[in-house]
């Protein structure tokens, strides 16, 4: 059973910057895609971002495009999700996940983790 564990979430104003990270202490880690996706209150849990197992493709929702950035350590087995610019709209958990291949379809993700929580507000 493959675990993931999200940290870095909080609280911060308009405009502020959060780095989310995941855990994957997993061999497989190295293989998998990783993605990062949300979810508001009464809302649909929706794509993020996500990047393919080798860190050199990476696609993001155009509601995040330009404000945040996905990366990964392989040796480190961690995902990052640099968030700047964040607007209330952002406010959601944010769950990480791993997938066998590149997708931006949450039903091609097995793993996740249990999110952490990120707040926008004044």
């Known amino acids: 059973q493959v675990q993931l564990v999200e940290s870095g979430g909080g609280l911060v104003q308009p405009g502020g910057s959060l780095r989310l990270s995941c855990a994957a202490p997993?061999?497989?880690?190295?293989?998998?895609?990783m993605g990062w996706f949300r979810q508001a209150p009464g809302a649909e849990r929706e794509f993020v971002s996500t990047?393919?197992?080798?860190?050199?493709?990476?696609m993001y929702a155009d509601s995040v495009k330009d404000r945040f950035t996905i990366s990964r350590d392989n040796i480190k087995k961690q995902v990052y999700l640099q968030m700047n610019a964040l607007k209330p709209e952002d406010t959601a958990v944010y769950y990480c996940?791993?997938?066998?291949?590149?997708?931006?379809?949450?039903?091609?993700?097995?793993?996740w983790g249990k999110g952490t929580q990120v707040t926008v507000s004044t």
């Open positions: 996940a791993a997938a066998w291949y590149f997708s931006r379809s949450s039903s091609s993700y097995n793993y």
């Open positions: 997993e061999p497989t880690f190295a293989s998998s895609a």
């Open positions: 990047i393919d197992a080798t860190g050199t493709i990476t």
